[in-house]
């Protein structure tokens, strides 16, 4: 699958890591067949099944067309247990072919009485698709039927071969090339959109097209089609995946103007408050940083990912810390069983900024530092501080026990092998703390 695109948040000169954090949900598929106003194989199948009806409307071919007429209506908007697909291939086989009457009526009941399994739908498309195999409507329908199943290699040569019949239509062609791309089929998908943008230019067809460039690592052929999505079409998720290309290119003071603008126009955004907090972290605009990602924890209090950002800032905005404090103190109570939220929150009490009176709560740091290890024992920056903790008050026992974990869970971690050295050393070990510190020097060296 095609690697989400991801806000990067770049650290203060000198430190080199980069934390990655997904807040860009995917393209969707347009599924066709399920969209009122939209699905041409409804309602073209629906007018000729109901000429069928007509025609001989007291027999049991008449009474099943009928039922397929009116299941398929207008191209309902809701997928109801497969009716709507099965209702569609009926009407199809029952104008392809004169199948016997019983086994319609058969199925007309089916229909009529009961939803229909995906098995059942499947095969009457497949049915549909020997019987017209030059037909758009059966090829394309059976093509979104595999999209809806999650199914996607079975979809593509069906809506290849719709595509081949109609290369025009629009909802085949744009599900052909997203269909492509979440298989990794880049040349194909790129190939496919710049044909349909031949045709006729529309801003989701740009975006998903900074979305096939991206995926093939070329940021700035992205940036440039998010940007002409946007302009066509400033929608809250145009606008955010450009300011989002702007980020990844670290084209930061482009990628605040373009979160300003976004977030004046849709004030309600989370994720766009989060993207201008990383872009004014990035220039080092902290206190506006933290503004921007309070906002964002504000708009979204059970999405995690502004906490996450918020966590890593701690004591960056003196000014600020009790406000970092609250927002994580409300990721605790929203999301109890998450260990960052308690690690985060240990860490703001501890080493956040906070008024001159008051004070700091050792048992309460402990606590949640304690919970974050049990509910994450892979968490190795969480044993890491409780450790430093149990150190720092004497406990050396409790301090070499917990940092013992984090170099085993991050070995080359150096600050790690530095406080279990000095642990070793307050307990009289000397031969293991030379080891550590020998390893200390090692890590040290290499970095």
Same mark, same amino acid.
């Given at each position: ?68 007429? @009116? ?189 300003? @603008? ?186």
């Amino acid at each position: 699958m095609r690697p989400r695109a991801v806000l990067r948040i770049h650290t203060t000169a000198g430190r080199n890591a980069v934390r990655r954090l997904s807040i860009r949900p995917g393209h969707t598929f347009h599924r066709g067949w399920a969209r009122a106003g939209r699905c041409r194989a409804g309602r073209t199948r629906s007018r000729r099944a109901g000429r069928a009806g007509r025609a001989d409307a007291g027999s049991p071919r008449g009474v099943a067309a009928k039922i397929a007429a @009116t299941r398929v209506g207008a191209c309902v908007s809701t997928f109801r247990g497969g009716v709507v697909l099965l209702a569609i291939a009926l009407a199809l086989w029952l104008e392809a072919a004169g199948a016997a009457a019983q086994a319609l009526s058969s199925e007309a009941a089916s229909i009529a009485g009961q939803p229909a399994s995906a098995r059942d739908v499947e095969r009457g498309l497949e049915e549909a698709v020997r019987h017209t195999p030059d037909s758009f409507d059966a090829h394309h329908n059976l093509g979104e039927f595999y999209i809806q199943q999650q199914q996607l290699a079975l979809a593509i040569p069906h809506l290849e071969k719709a595509r081949a019949i109609d290369p025009s239509h629009y909802v085949n062609g744009y599900d052909l090339a997203l269909a492509y791309l979440q298989l990794d089929r880049v040349p194909e998908a790129r190939q496919q959109i710049e044909a349909m943008l031949r045709l006729k230019e529309t801003a989701e067809l740009h975006n998903l097209l900074g979305s096939i460039e991206e995926g093939a690592g070329k940021l700035t052929d992205a940036a440039k089609a998010y940007q002409r999505a946007a302009q066509r079409d400033p929608s809250e998720k145009h606008l955010f995946d450009f300011g989002n290309s702007l980020l990844q290119l670290q084209a930061y003071d482009d990628a605040i103007k373009v979160f300003d @603008t976004a977030t004046e126009r849709y004030p309600r955004s989370a994720r766009l408050y989060v993207g201008l907090g990383i872009g004014q972290y990035s220039r080092g605009k902290y206190d506006d940083a933290v503004k921007s990602l309070c906002a964002a924890a504000d708009l979204a209090p059970s999405d995690p990912r502004p906490y996450q950002f918020l966590g890593e800032m701690y004591g960056v905005a003196p000014e600020l810390g009790e406000e970092v404090t609250e927002r994580l103190a409300r990721f605790v109570e929203v999301q109890p069983t998450n260990a960052l939220a308690h690690y985060y929150y240990a860490m703001s009490l501890w080493k956040g900024e906070r008024g001159p009176t008051a004070s700091v709560d050792l048992q309460q740091i402990e606590k949640h530092l304690k919970r974050a290890v049990s509910l994450d024992a892979k968490l190795s920056k969480a044993f890491l501080q409780l450790g430093t903790l149990y150190g720092d008050q004497g406990r050396h026992a409790e301090a070499i026990e917990a940092l013992r974990q984090a170099v085993q869970l991050e070995p080359d971690h150096a600050q790690a092998h530095y406080r279990l050295a000095r642990a070793y050393q307050n307990t009289g070990q000397r031969a293991l703390a030379a080891k550590e510190l020998e390893l200390f020097q090692q890590l040290k060296t290499k970095k």
